[in-house]
């Protein structure tokens, strides 16, 4: 017998989520790169008294370093202020890929650090597993005074559109004491006080092997480990709840499990990668079949930040976007007769060769999921992941939450049968070659659940 996910009723863990008042005024939403990058040089440049990054990688490209530019200057203005930054300790020490492995961004935390001799600007590396590829630190939110600023972007040029590419996400901007406190005491206590965090801006790191057990006695922290905090909002007004998860049956899975099975009228998902746990497929049959509306706005594979140019030298890495096409085919094809009715809704984004990286959910216009949770087998099982639950049943935010949606959906086609997606059989030589391969020995599966 099949033991349900969760077995209590989804509105009622809703409802006794403790949650933080919010003031509408006082949450803003930005709808691009570039509004983001200014606005996150300009919290920089004002903070009082503290600042915390917090990034999948800060990169040692313009962008990257106009940032760490702008808090060394911070600090140098004001030597009190308490800046920290957190990256993904894997992430930092490897380079591009087709580049000099001793070109890291770990690297260059240590020569601005040597060109900054009297400026201590922490750069920390939190290693989440003891392999990049069974897991990262993908939590979001930088913390600047009282603002939480909630974007799945790393810091890069891609993600601030700081040349002529530009990688769209979410960019959040919420004033919040409560909220800030919440997430900087997470990272104090959950972070620094453990043997597997990393200083990077050193000369030498300690290695893999070195730091076995104690990246083990963090991962095993961290799966058990989530926002402490007093909330005192009712469930009549505007509020927000930040949560964490990190493993299977984590705290945020649970919740985007119930925000699916309260919808009432129409459910929205944002995703870069179309590969749902299988929970979500259920999920989401089992409210078209109760007759509820889903829209799921997916980047097209030349979308997908793996994607590789026919004209440009090939990698297993650039069949990804294919896998997830496939999946994407496969799951339109199952629910045609949903399509049909325009009850389930595909929209693909595409703006020439630019990326998108969206991930989040949006619940009868009542709640809605900031998250940088990929809805992928990944991030339900491996990575550090968080998001902030925003429930907003007066509708305050409305305007700014449709804007946002209005935007998205500006660089969307409306995908009305499946047969507009690609057929793998049309897909390049080498594509179709290494999926055939992958497929023959089942190493696709493996691959989709780690990538």
């Known amino acids: 017998m099949r033991i349900p996910f969760i077995r209590y009723n989804h509105r009622k863990h809703l409802d006794e989520l403790a949650k933080l008042p919010q003031n509408a005024e006082q949450y803003q939403i930005l709808y691009d790169p570039q509004s983001y990058r200014s606005a996150l040089l300009e919290h920089i440049q004002k903070a009082q008294y503290r600042i915390y990054i917090v990034a ?43 580049e000099d492995k001793s070109n890291t961004n770990a690297r260059y935390y240590y020569q601005m650090k040597k060109q900054h001799p009297d400026i201590d600007i922490p750069v920390y590396g939190v290693p989440i597993n003891r392999r990049e590829v069974l897991g990262v630190l993908h939590l979001k939110g930088s913390i600047i005074d009282d603002t939480v600023i909630y974007s799945g972007a790393s810091i890069n040029n891609v993600y601030l559109h700081k040349l002529d590419k530009y990688r769209y996400d979410r960019y959040h901007f919420i004033t919040n004491k409560a909220l800030a406190d919440s997430m900087i005491k997470y990272i104090d206590d959950n972070f620094l006080p453990f043997e597997g965090l990393q200083r990077l801006d050193i000369e030498n790191h300690k290695t893999r092997k070195q730091l076995k057990s104690a990246i083990k006695s963090l991962r095993q922290h961290l799966s058990g480990a989530n926002y402490q905090y007093s909330g005192n909002a009712d469930n009549k007004s505007l509020s927000v709840a930040p949560i964490a998860g990190l493993g299977r049956n984590n705290a945020l899975n649970k919740i985007i499990h119930h925000l699916v099975n309260i919808t009432q009228k129409k459910i929205i998902f944002c995703t870069p990668y179309f590969n749902l746990p299988n929970i979500l497929v259920r999920d989401i049959i089992r409210l078209l079949r109760k007759g509820r509306k889903v829209e799921i706005i997916i980047g097209d594979k030349v979308a997908n930040d793996f994607y590789i140019p026919e004209d440009q030298p090939f990698n297993i890495s650039g069949g990804l976007p294919y896998l997830y096409e496939i999946n994407l085919r496969r799951f339109i094809e199952r629910l045609q007769s949903y399509v049909d009715k325009e009850q389930l809704i595909i929209r693909l984004w595409k703006d020439q060769d630019q990326t998108y990286h969206l991930k989040g959910v949006w619940v009868d216009n009542d709640w809605m999921l900031v998250t940088g949770n990929n809805l992928n087998p990944r991030a339900w099982r491996l990575d550090l992941e968080n998001g902030i639950l925003v429930h907003d049943p007066k509708h305050q935010l409305k305007h700014q939450l449709q804007q946002e949606l209005d935007t998205i959906r500006e660089k969307t086609t409306l995908v009305t049968h499946f047969q507009q997606i690609q057929a793998s059989q049309f897909y390049p030589k080498q594509v179709h070659k290494l999926i055939k391969r992958l497929s023959r020995i089942r190493v696709d599966r493996i691959i989709k659940r780690l990538l």
């Open 56 to 98: 999948l990688y800060l990169e040692q490209d313009e962008a990257g370093k106009e940032i760490l530019a702008a808090l060394y200057q911070a600090k140098k203005l004001n030597p009190s202020l308490d800046i920290k930054v957190f990256v993904d300790w894997h992430r930092a020490q490897r380079g591009r890929f087709g």
